[in-house]
C-alpha cells in the first residue's frame, strides 16, 4: 500500500508565501511523475504543476512565475513553493504520483493525499 500526505497548507494574506510538502510512503519499488492539484469550493479539480522524473516540469499559466515544483527523490519527497499568493489560489491543493509499488500489481498506480487547505485572505 501506498500513501501521499501533505503538509504546509494554512492562511495566508495576499502577496504572502507557503510551502506544501508531500511524502510518498510505503511499499514504493519507484516513482515517476510526482505533482500538485488543487480544487476551490464549487469548481473542478485542476492541475498546479507536475514533475516527471527527470522530464519537462509543466505548470498552469496561472501560477508560471509565482510557483514552483520541486521533488526529493532520495526522499520520496515533492515540494510546492507558492509565492505572490492571490486569493484566487484559494483551494485544497492535493498531491499526486505516479508509483509503482513492489507487490501486485507491478505498474504505475496513480496515488492521491488527502489534500491539504491553502486559504489566501486579508
Known amino acids: 500500500q501506498v500513501q501521499l500526505v501533505e503538509s504546509g497548507g494554512g492562511l495566508v494574506q495576499p502577496g504572502g508565501s507557503l510551502r506544501l510538502s508531500c511524502a510518498a510512503s510505503?511499499?514504493?519499488?519507484?516513482?515517476?511523475?510526482m505533482g500538485w492539484y488543487r480544487q476551490a469550493p464549487g469548481k473542478q479539480r485542476e492541475l498546479v504543476a507536475t514533475?516527471?522524473?527527470?522530464?519537462?516540469?509543466n505548470y498552469a499559466d496561472s501560477v508560471k512565475g509565482r510557483f514552483t515544483i520541486s521533488r526529493d527523490n532520495a526522499k520520496n519527497m515533492v515540494y510546492l513553493q507558492m509565492n505572490s499568493l492571490k486569493p484566487e489560489d484559494t483551494a485544497v491543493y492535493y498531491c499526486?504520483?505516479?508509483?509503482?509499488?513492489?507487490?501486485?500489481?507491478?505498474?504505475?498506480?496513480?496515488?492521491w493525499g488527502q489534500g491539504t487547505l491553502v486559504t489566501v485572505s486579508s
Open positions: 499526486n504520483a505516479a508509483v509503482v509499488p513492489t507487490t501486485p500489481p507491478y505498474r504505475y498506480l496513480e496515488v
Open positions: 514533475m516527471p522524473n527527470g522530464g519537462r516540469i
Open positions: 510505503g511499499s514504493i519499488f519507484s516513482i515517476d511523475a
